[in-house]
T-cell receptor
Framework: GAVVSQHPSRVICKSGTSVKIECRSL??????MFWYRQFPKQSLMLMAT?????????EQGVEKDKFLINHASLTLSTLTVTSAHPEDSSFYIC??????????FGSGTRLTVV | RKEVEQDPGPFNVPEGATVAFNCTYS??????FFWYRQDCRKEPKLLMS???SGNEDGRFTAQLNRASQYISLLIRDSKLSDSATYLC???????????FGKGTSLLVTP
């Protein structure tokens, strides 16, 4: 089946630094990748929709200059949290929609900013 | 109003019990409906899609009422391994992005 590989699974960083999260579709081409964020006891909230070769579409309230998304190829999308702060600590997860296979999720990245 | 609403629970039930979860959604134009299961600190995994006619997969039965914008999930003969958070998921306005409910927590006890 369709697999999305997400790295890193866990990262702890200092406040003010940047963190890059990668999602790769391993056996299919992901023209669209969705990036979600989940705070404890909350639902997954869509942050942005990333399309290969074009600019990402951000949801209301999500700062595009803070959460940089790059989708340079059909198999790789990255989310960079720039100048991270403790309030950015969360579970970040990507999802792609594969033909005939529905939505596939990465395994998630737990970010802790100290 | 949230797009997808669920009772957060927790539901604590003994092994073998039958438990039902409900969900309502606000966007009448939604076309796709799912139940996902999420274990603690893990990614969501698809449990089943929900079809208008209702559908069953083993011990799990899902129902959809478009008129009431209501989705349900019934779990029969609960197992310890069913303990998880169950997410009601509906496709969103942007075409293919999913809208998630907060989830309903289930704990099955021996």
């Amino acid at each position: 089946g369709a697999v999305v590989s997400q790295h890193p699974s866990r990262v702890i960083c200092k406040s003010g630094t940047s963190v890059k999260i990668e999602c790769r579709s391993l056996d299919f081409q992901a023209t669209t990748m969705f990036w979600y964020r989940q705070f404890p006891k909350q639902s997954l909230m869509l942050m942005a929709t990333s399309n290969e070769g074009s600019k990402a579409t951000y949801e209301q309230g999500v700062e595009k200059d803070k959460f940089l998304i790059n989708h340079a190829s059909l198999t790789l999308s990255t989310l960079t949290v720039t100048s991270a702060h403790p309030e950015d600590s969360s579970f970040y997860i990507c999802s792609a929609r594969a033909l005939m296979a529905g939505y596939t999720f990465g395994s998630g990245t737990r970010l802790t900013v100290v | 109003r949230k797009e997808v609403e669920q009772d957060p629970g927790p539901f604590n039930v003994p092994e073998g019990a039958t438990v039902a979860f409900n969900c309502t959604y606000s966007n009448s134009a939604s076309q796709s409906f799912f139940w996902y299961r999420q274990d603690c600190r893990k990614e969501p995994k698809l449990l089943m899609s929900v079809y208008s006619s209702g559908n069953e997969d083993g011990r799990f039965t899902a129902q959809l009422n478009r008129a009431s914008q209501y989705i349900s999930l019934l779990i029969r003969d609960s197992k310890l391994s069913d303990s998880a958070t169950y997410l009601c998921v509906v496709n969103g306005d942007s075409g293919y992005a999913l809208n998630f409910g907060k989830g309903t927590s289930l704990l099955v006890t021996p």
